[in-house]
């Protein structure tokens, strides 16, 4: 559906993207996600023709598009501030792209009220001003708008971090509730891991200009290909070299002249070991509450281990109370010293 092929973008001097290859099948979720400043943002503005690279190819239904321009692309843009023509009412905002390409008012008013329809607009917002309406409204008239022309692609710039913690998650739900019913090839930019592992069908992590990792959400979590990526997707432990010597001399498989990483989640506190496994005697230092699972910060005395436990409340530790850490030597994710400077490999 979507190629890009050995992309290189340069502002001036500086070298925004380096060789970047993306393959996006037809009706994908498809996130781009990495820090501020790591060329996602560049990378999506390349496909929608805002940015001309300097080398590579974007191709579309193996049309070449790179020099086509942005009105010919048949692409949906919502944008990070959403772009909306504040003193029009919603019905405008959402029949401007059919106004522009001079659809017949009948049609105009059936395709606006039939995709205001599916994104959960009611006829009284339509005739409201858009600058009457709340963020998560603003958001939905912006995919409205963008969807209502019937592009073969959507992309999406950051539309969820204008708004509250709890109406991320809500909208966050509808927009993946919304891609499958239109099953429109979308592309995704973020930098909220939670929001790409929640939404993507699958991920490339971007970082200074390269692309880290292309995988599906478990892939980027659970066999991450790089130290960057390893510490950037979720929450993690290093394992210090003094646990690395523990875990070796209990005959676990394990590196010491590697970094080590091993997930929260992974980790579990006064169970019996299986056979393979290691205890590592501890002490309760903290412990974070969240109601579905207890996050607990284990001394062992060369480190503090992190351990997310399920909450059953039966098992609950105590600050100060002695424990034992089980690790599973096969659930350490380990990589070379200075490969995570090696990007783009």
Do not use: W
């Amino acid at each position: 559906m979507i190629e890009l092929k050995n992309i290189v973008v340069k502002f001036g001097d500086f070298t925004a993207l380096h060789d970047i290859n993306v393959e996006v099948k037809e009706g994908e979720f498809f996130t781009f996600l990495g820090p501020s400043g790591c060329g996602k943002t560049t990378t999506l503005r390349t496909i929608t023709g805002f940015i001309e690279p300097v080398e590579g190819t974007v191709m579309v239904n193996d049309q070449d598009i790179t020099h086509v321009p942005i009105e010919k692309r048949n692409i949906g843009i919502v944008f990070q501030s959403y772009a909306l023509f504040p003193t029009m009412t919603v019905y405008d905002n959402i029949a401007f792209g059919l106004k522009v390409k001079k659809m017949r008012k009948p049609e105009i008013d059936r395709k606006v009220k039939e995709i205001a329809k599916k994104v959960d607009l009611s006829d009284e917002q339509l005739q409201k001003a858009v600058s009457q309406l709340s963020g998560g409204q603003q958001q939905r008239v912006a995919i409205a708008r963008a969807l209502v022309t019937g592009p073969a692609i959507i992309c999406m710039d950051e539309p969820l971090s204008n708004l509250d913690a709890k109406l991320r998650v809500q909208l966050r739900n509808e927009l993946k509730k919304m891609q499958k019913e239109f099953g429109i090839t979308t592309i995704y930019v973020t930098h909220d891991q939670e929001e790409a592992l929640t939404l993507s069908d699958r991920i490339a992590v971007f970082n200074k200009g390269y692309i880290e990792q292309i995988g599906t959400p478990n892939e980027v979590y659970n066999f991450s290909k790089t130290e960057f990526v390893c510490n950037f997707i979720g929450d993690i432990n290093r394992l210090s070299d003094e646990v690395v010597s523990s875990v070796k001399a209990a005959g676990g498989e394990v590196d010491p002249g590697k970094h080590n990483y091993v997930r929260l989640e992974r980790l579990h506190v006064n169970v019996e070991p299986e056979p393979g496994q290691v205890a590592l005697p501890g002490r309760v230092t903290m412990r974070e509450y969240y109601g579905l699972y207890i996050k607990y910060y284990i001394d062992l005395g060369s480190q503090t281990l992190k351990v997310i436990e399920k909450n059953d409340g039966v098992r609950i530790y105590e600050e100060g109370q002695q424990v034992q850490v089980i690790l599973d030597p096969r659930d350490i994710m380990a990589y070379e010293p200075g490969e995570e400077i090696e990007v783009g490999q």
